[in-house]
Each structure stands twice: as C-alpha cells, then as structure tokens.
C-alpha cells in the first residue's frame, strides 16, 4: 500500500502563504489522481484541490480555486499545495489523499481515495 506524510504547515497571519507537502512511499502514485482535503473543528472533512494522475488537470473548490495551487512531481513520489493569501477560514487540518484508481482526473468525492496522510495543521490567524 502507499504511505503518505504531509508537511509544511503551521501558523501564518493572514495574507500569508504556505506549501504543504505530501511524500509517498510508493512510485504507483505516478498513476493515481491526488487530493487534499481538509477538516476543520466541528466540520466534516471537505474538498479543496485535486489533480489529474499525469498532472494535466486540477480542480479547486470554489473557496480556494483564485488562491490556491495544487501541483505534483512525480519524479520525486511528492504533491504540493500552495496556499496564498491564507483567510482565517482555512484554518484546518489538511489531509492528502491518492485516489484508488489508476489515471484517474482527479475527483473531488472523498471516497474516490483510497490512502491518507495523517494530517498537518494550518492555522491562519487574524
């Protein structure tokens, strides 16, 4: 199976910019859409960016599409997400996924992924 471990957040003011970082442990994610999602307290788990198995595609939540960049390399086995002009409404904890089929254009369904990361905390403060 594929391990994912997302990196890169914290604690910005708002306006600010972070790159989140998603490793795997396995090159079949060369194959596979990729997601982030995020959480934050006393919400569900939402939408925020996924791109295509080959990185031809993305798409964006309607909150983040003018702000947000999501981008991969396959090469190094890594996605990104980097995050402009941070609001304290995207304050969450972000999750990475990578979707269960192969060449996939990248869905914004949760359950089209198959693995997660843990997690990494942004906190956007005011």
């Known amino acids: 199976q594929v391990q994912l471990v997302e990196s890169g957040g914290g604690l910005v003011q708002t306006g600010g910019s972070l790159r989140l970082s998603c490793a795997a442990s396995?090159?079949?994610?060369?194959?596979?859409?990729m997601g982030w999602f995020r959480q934050a307290p006393g919400k569900e788990r939402e939408f925020v960016a996924a791109i295509s198995w080959n990185g031809d595609s993305t798409v964006y939540a309607d909150s983040v599409e003018d702000r947000f960049t999501i981008s991969r390399d396959n090469a190094k086995n890594t996605a990104y997400l980097q995050m402009n002009s941070l609001k304290p409404e995207d304050t969450a904890v972000y999750y990475c996924a990578c979707a269960t089929q192969r060449y996939g254009m990248g869905s914004r369904r949760l359950n089209n992924y198959q693995y997660w990361g843990q997690g990494t905390q942004v906190t956007v403060s005011s």
């Open positions: 396995r090159r079949t994610i060369s194959y596979n859409a």
